[in-house]
């Protein structure tokens, strides 16, 4: 695609503190090497967006082991980054905070604006998210109405219609209240519900698509009630965004079997 901004979306590493912790029986570490790994193959894609739930047991020691895996992926391209409900936003920023992670909430060329939007809420505790007032505030002065916009966030702001929807964006009114001053935004993108899926929210009067995004760590089952895996493995999605201001997407997923194959014969 001529002049395309290209982006790789992963999400929801759910790492622990040991490379051989399991979550709901699959090894999540293995997984999120995988991920990068393919990631690395490409060489068009121009940024990597993490759209957070790094860390699954809290540990100081999975945020190291998060950083230690990019570095050992060898992936050169700028990292951008957001915190998940999981995450603490401190840890985030001591451990990757060295190149290619970069600070920055906003990536923009002639046509476009990618703008990160923390959902981790400073006033709501516990796995809900939140677009804080300040956060909307930003939001609002950052958006060039001559451009389009494409806004990444950890928390999806409309209902997926299985159990994660008990802890979705709260108020999410007041913040498509906001997205809805503005033309210009094409679509969301986020992560937390552990499946890629394309809506078309009724909250949106400017036709904005959401895009979530597969997780590195597991799919969950949406039949379920709670937190259980799917047999699909991990998974990833890319943005493909033209100097016409149009966006196509993919999503891409990794074969468990080959990531079980490739452990065997050592090669991760």
């Known amino acids: 695609m001529n002049n395309a901004l290209i982006i790789a979306q992963i999400t929801d590493s759910h790492l622990f503190a040991q490379v051989n ?22 060489k068009a894609i121009d940024y990597l967006i993490f759209t957070g739930d790094l860390t699954q047991d809290h540990s100081e020691e999975s945020y190291q082991l998060f950083s230690l895996a990019i570095e050992q992926s060898k ?13 603490e936003t401190e840890l985030l920023n001591k451990y990757l905070k060295k190149p290619p992670f970069v600070p920055d909430k906003l990536i923009q060329n002639n046509d476009w604006q990618i703008i990160l939007v923390e959902s981790k809420s400073k006033v709501i505790e516990g796995p809900s998210g939140r677009v804080d007032d300040d956060e909307l505030l930003k939001l609002s002065e950052t958006i060039d109405s001559k451009k389009r916009q494409l806004i990444f966030m950890h928390h999806h702001p409309v209902d997926v219609g299985y159990f994660i929807d008990k802890h979705g964006l709260k108020q999410a009114d007041v913040f498509w209240k906001t997205i809805n001053n503005y033309a210009s935004i094409s679509a969301i ?16 009067t400017g036709n904005v698509t959401v895009y ?8 969950f089952d949406p039949l379920a009630n709670s937190v259980q895996a799917l047999e699909q493995g991990p998974g990833y ?32």
Request: proline share 3%; glycine share 4%; with cysteine.
């Open 75 to 87: 992936i050169s391209v700028p990292i951008l980054f957001l915190s998940g409900n999981h995450d």
């Open 237 to 268: 999605r890319l943005f493909y965004l033209d100097d016409q201001k149009n966006i196509t997407t993919s999503v891409h997923y990794i074969n468990e079997k080959n990531i079980n194959e490739k452990l065997l014969s050592g090669t991760i």
């Open 189 to 204: 993108a986020c992560g937390h519900i552990h499946r890629a899926l394309t809506l078309c929210p009724v909250e949106s």
């Open 212 to 219: 979530t995004c597969p997780a590195t760590s597991i799919q």
């Open 21 to 42: 912790s399991l979550h709901c029986g699959k090894n999540v570490y293995q997984h999120f090497v995988s991920v990068l790994a393919q990631i690395k193959q490409n």
